[in-house]
């Protein structure tokens, strides 16, 4: 029976991944409850916006006692789908596409990279950090139906041309590290992650915004 959740705002959905993590240390270091002001300091996200957060999903603590580890690390489980895998495939067996494969998600036990494309003749047929690499070409032929969310580290020139293949395939995420902006239909979801973007934005603030 899958865990029906409410509807929340996208940044509350965004923050939920990272206080996830932290619950996961927290109970592996054997602490039994925890403050808001205790989660703040960890995942620096003030106090206000946790109690929020949390109360999106109704009454997960109490006052003047904080947060049971335990049950919020239960209750987060079921609502990230921590109990089911979700099989992803990477498209680009390059430096960072390469990285990826053997990292993994190392520590995360609900996302595998199963399958993974490049256009590389050296690399397709070979095996990966476990995973064994197709051609880009055959892209239709081996996917594995189980798969809903890929991975694009290729050149920005074949981004568009490979997500309409992913859309046409069923793919309904894709987390994009190129600099090109996809589109996509309304039913697909895109996170794009623009690395040189990120650390453009940082110098800036630490330019203009100096702590």
Same mark, same amino acid.
């Given at each position: 029976? @899958?865990? #029906?959740?409410?509807k929340?705002?996208?940044?509350?959905?965004? %923050?939920?991944?990272l206080?996830?993590?932290?619950? #996961?240390?927290?109970?592996? !270091?054997?602490?039994?409850?925890?403050?808001?002001?205790e989660? !703040?300091?960890?995942v @620096?996200?003030?106090?206000?916006?946790?109690?929020? *957060? &949390? !109360?999106?999903?109704?009454?997960?603590?109490? @006052?003047?006692?904080?947060?049971?580890?335990?049950?919020?690390l239960?209750? &987060?489980?079921?609502?990230?789908?921590? +109990? #089911?895998?979700?099989?992803?495939?990477?498209?680009?067996?390059?430096?960072?596409?390469?990285?990826?494969?053997?990292? =993994?998600?190392?520590? =995360?036990?609900?996302?595998?990279?199963?399958?993974?494309? +490049?256009? *590389? #003749?050296?690399? $397709?047929g070979?095996?990966?950090?476990?995973?064994?690499?197709?051609?880009?070409?055959?892209?239709?032929?081996?996917? +594995?139906?189980?798969?809903?969310?890929?991975?694009?580290?290729?050149?920005?020139?074949?981004?568009?041309?490979?997500? +309409? %293949?992913? $859309?046409?395939?069923?793919?309904?995420?894709?987390?994009?590290?190129? /600099?090109?902006?996809?589109?996509?239909?309304? =039913? $697909?979801?895109?996170?794009?992650?623009?690395?040189?973007?990120?650390?453009? !934005?940082?110098?800036? &603030?630490?330019?203009?915004? /100096?702590?």
């Open positions: 029976m @899958k865990f #029906e959740q409410p929340i705002p996208q940044a509350t959905a965004k %923050r939920l991944p206080y996830y993590r932290y619950l #996961e240390n927290l109970n592996a !270091s054997g602490k039994q409850r925890v403050s808001s002001s989660l !703040s300091e960890a @620096k996200v003030d106090s206000a916006t946790i109690r929020r *957060d &949390f !109360s999106y999903f109704g009454a997960l603590g109490k @006052k003047g006692y904080g947060y049971n580890v335990n049950y919020l239960s209750f &987060f489980r079921k609502t990230l789908d921590q +109990d #089911e895998l979700t099989k992803v495939l990477l498209i680009g067996v390059g430096n960072l596409g390469t990285a990826f494969l053997n990292y =993994n998600f190392a520590k =995360n036990n609900n996302t595998k990279i199963v399958m993974a494309f +490049d256009v *590389d #003749e050296d690399k $397709v070979q095996e990966m950090g476990g995973v064994k690499i197709y051609n880009l070409a055959e892209l239709e032929e081996h996917l +594995d139906p189980e798969v809903t969310v890929a991975i694009l580290t290729v050149p920005a020139q074949s981004a568009q041309k490979i997500a +309409d %293949r992913l $859309v046409s395939v069923g793919i309904s995420g894709i987390l994009n590290f190129t /600099p090109a902006r996809l589109t996509v239909p309304e =039913n $697909v979801r895109v996170h794009h992650i623009d690395l040189s973007v990120e650390l453009q !934005s940082l110098i800036y &603030f630490l330019k203009h915004y /100096p702590l």
